[in-house]
């Protein structure tokens, strides 16, 4: 019995040992590969952080308006966010690489699937951000024309512009990260065929008058309101 | 040398066959058929009392006219003028017409023009507005005469205006061209003007002509090129003229073509302008310039209104191209009465500085930098309107002296900032 249990407690040890030295390179490997991992983040970290400086990435992000809800958010800049972004995701995939190593098979198939779903994520952040930049560039374009040609809540009409683009270009990104896609399908649908309805109301209804005025002043102008209309400014 | 490739076959074959000229005439047009007989009248007038041995063709470049505007222009024979006329040509005058684009771009068709009087080696040429009503024969005189015999490149018109007309240029143009490029030319951006035949050539060849913009604001570039290039400036002084009549909606486009224009060019000319402190007269022929001081209604209720509007309104705007304290004090003003309300002058030219560093910066769309200007610039029409309500002419000119002198002031202002980095 005695000889039983110290010949099964040592054939544990040698499966344990066994399997220790089998394992041990594989998880040397894998720590040299998340060491050279933390190494290369780093440095494209820091040549990223360089080249979006150089090409003013902060300006282009605060015509976006995304500076903006990084100040209320308390966050960092834009390009420091890339940069760690960056950053974090090559030493990930590294860490990743280095744990496929390790020949866990479930662990492979979810890894796969990662490094898969990588050029998805990229393309949906590079949506989202041209696609803000868009809706950015189009709000104040619509609110400088409409406080120079004089119509009422010009911040209005800019924040309808703003939210219109940005509802489709969420749709987009979500679409393409195949996240819930039958569900945002729906939702876009609802949000934009509501926004339009309203819009549609307010314009019928709530803007009546402004409709009448606008009509009024763009095709019955008196000849007096025509004299003092304008100074030739040049 | 300018190639000449954008020119049609057609006009090409016109220009051959009308040969080597002493002076050319340009007159871009579109949809001007109201006005524009009576002006060709008085430019053949002009030619036939002033230059009747000179070899002269007129240049018409339109954009796309469909009420006959061109017609018009190529149809007035020189016997039309004989009736009432005591002189007779002693060579012919040319009227050749060519359309350049279906759409009207004011570069294009000066470019079409300094492309004509390069092609056919014309000593002096003048450029005249078909909507210039006001126009006499003298006004041809005036601009020609001191190219062609005196050997100036540029002659700059000063007209007798309307102490309220023209205010883009009295409180924006004029003060801030002779502030950066210290030449004190009253018109910079000109309507009608007179050049060599050198001046054209030079800027055809070197000016960056675009396809996409239709070049809007050459008038202005002409003026510019001609400081820099250190060409001889000389204004005349051409009489009386109409102010043309505009709608609210045409201010953006006024300033996108002459301080779009201005702003953009101050960046190449940078070690022009930045080395210049001070600023010198440019010869003159002619009377002095004088005001006209007619009551005149201005609606200056809806001047301060949209000033106020737009201060409000596109805070978020101004945030990225004001300076804070600007921006504060834009602030302050828009909150006071109309009776108190007042938009300094020390204030206005801050504004327009921070305008012109923002804009070399590019802290937002350029357009959009332009356009945020409009509203602010209603906000000084007030100012100035209020200030002169009752002011004599005298009073006048010397306000806007004061306000040139004070851009020239502020000069190191503008430099300080513009060699910052953020």
Same mark, same amino acid.
């Given at each position: ?36 991992? !933390?190494? @290369? ?23 976006? #308006? ?21 950053? !974090? ?48 560039? +189009? ?96 | ?14 220009? @051959? ?19 524009? #007989? ?39 024979? @020189? ?31 000066l470019r079409t023009i300094l492309a004509a009087a390069e092609l056919l080696r014309a000593k002096a040429c003048i450029v005249i507005s078909p909507e210039s009503e006001s126009i006499t024969p003298e006004w041809i005189s005036g601009l020609i005469r001191p190219v062609y ?6 002659? +700059?018109?000063? $007209? ?20 950066? $490029? ?6 910079? $951006?000109?309507?009608?003007? #007179? ?5 054209? +050539? ?6 960056? !002509? ?62 022009? !302008?930045?080395?210049?402190? #001070? ?73 327009? $500085? ?38 004599s002419a005298n009073d006048v000119a010397n306000n806007i002296e004061g306000l040139c002198l004070e851009f020239e002031r502020l000069k190191p202002y503008l430099l300080e900032m513009w060699k910052s980095k953020e």
């Amino acid at each position: 019995m005695r000889e039983m249990i110290i010949s099964e407690l040592t054939q544990a040890m040698q499966d344990l040992a066994r399997g220790f030295a089998h394992y041990l390179p594989r998880l040397i490997v894998m720590l040299i590969l998340a060491f050279l991992g !933390w190494l @290369i983040a780093y440095l494209v970290k820091v040549i990223l952080r360089s080249f979006l400086r150089l090409i003013k990435f902060d300006r282009l992000s605060e015509n976006a #308006g995304a500076s903006q809800l990084l100040n209320k958010a308390a966050l960092p800049s834009a390009t420091e966010i890339v940069s760690r972004f960056v950053f !974090w995701l090559t030493l990930f995939g590294f860490i990743l690489l280095g744990v496929s190593v390790l020949g866990i098979l479930s662990l492979q198939e979810e890894i796969a699937r990662f490094f898969l779903f990588l050029p998805r994520l990229f393309a949906a952040v590079l949506i989202l951000f041209f696609g803000m930049l868009a809706a950015s560039f +189009s709000a104040r374009a619509a609110l400088l024309a409409a406080v120079n040609a004089n119509i009422p809540s010009p911040r209005l009409l800019s924040l309808a512009v703003r939210s219109i683009i940005m509802v489709f270009v969420l749709s987009v990104v979500f679409e393409d990260l195949g996240l819930a896609e039958q569900t945002m399908l729906v939702a876009f649908g609802i949000a934009f065929g509501a926004l339009m309805l309203g819009l549609a109301i307010a314009f019928g209804i709530g803007g009546k008058d402004l409709a009448r005025r606008f009509l009024e002043q763009k095709f019955v102008r008196t000849k007096k309101e025509q004299d003092e209309d304008e100074l030739s400014p040049l | 040398m300018e190639d000449g490739n954008f020119l049609s076959d057609d006009f090409l074959r016109q220009l @051959i066959n009308v040969g080597e000229v002493d002076i050319l005439v340009g007159l871009p047009t579109h949809n001007n058929a109201k006005t524009v #007989g009576p002006i060709v009248h008085t430019i053949r007038n002009g030619i036939l009392r002033g230059f009747p041995r000179e070899r002269t063709v007129i240049i018409n470049a339109d954009g796309g006219s469909r009420d006959g505007t061109s017609e018009l222009i190529t149809g007035v024979s @020189i016997d039309d003028l004989r009736p009432d006329s005591t002189v007779y040509a002693l060579r012919t005058l040319h009227a050749i017409s060519t359309k350049y684009s279906s759409t009207p771009h004011s570069g294009v068709a000066l470019r079409t023009i300094l492309a004509a009087a390069e092609l056919l080696r014309a000593k002096a040429c003048i450029v005249i507005s078909p909507e210039s009503e006001s126009i006499t024969p003298e006004w041809i005189s005036g601009l020609i005469r001191p190219v062609y015999y005196d050997g100036f490149d540029l002659v +700059s018109p000063t $007209y007798q205006r309307h102490k309220f007309d023209g205010l883009l240029t009295t409180n924006l143009l004029y003060p801030m061209v002779r502030a950066l $490029y210290g030449v004190r030319i009253r018109e910079a $951006y000109m309507s009608e003007f #007179g050049f060599s035949g050198r001046l054209g +050539s030079q800027f055809l060849e070197r000016n960056q !002509w675009s396809d996409s913009n239709g070049d809007n604001g050459a008038e202005l570039r002409v003026t510019l090129a001609a400081v820099t290039g250190g060409f001889r400036i000389c204004q005349s002084f051409l009489g009386k003229k109409d102010p043309v009549e505009r709608r609210a909606a045409d201010l953006v486009p006024a300033l996108r073509q002459s301080v779009g224009v201005l702003f953009s060019a101050l960046e190449p000319d940078f070690k022009v !302008w930045s080395a210049i402190s #001070g600023s010198q007269e440019v010869p003159a022929t002619g009377d002095d310039l004088e005001f006209l001081l007619n009551p005149l209604r201005v609606n200056r209720k809806r001047l301060r209104d949209m000033f106020v509007s737009g201060v409000s309104e596109l805070e978020s705007v101004f945030q990225s191209i004001l300076s804070s304290s600007t921006l504060a004090e834009l602030k302050r003003i828009a909150g006071l009465s109309e009776e108190e309300f007042r938009y300094p002058a020390e204030l206005w030219v801050r504004t327009v $500085y921070e305008f012109a560093a923002a804009y070399q910066k590019s802290v937002i769309n350029r357009d959009h930098i332009i356009q945020a200007l409009a509203p602010l610039f209603r906000g000084r029409v007030f100012t100035f309107v209020v200030e002169n309500r009752n002011a004599s002419a005298n009073d006048v000119a010397n306000n806007i002296e004061g306000l040139c002198l004070e851009f020239e002031r502020l000069k190191p202002y503008l430099l300080e900032m513009w060699k910052s980095k953020e």
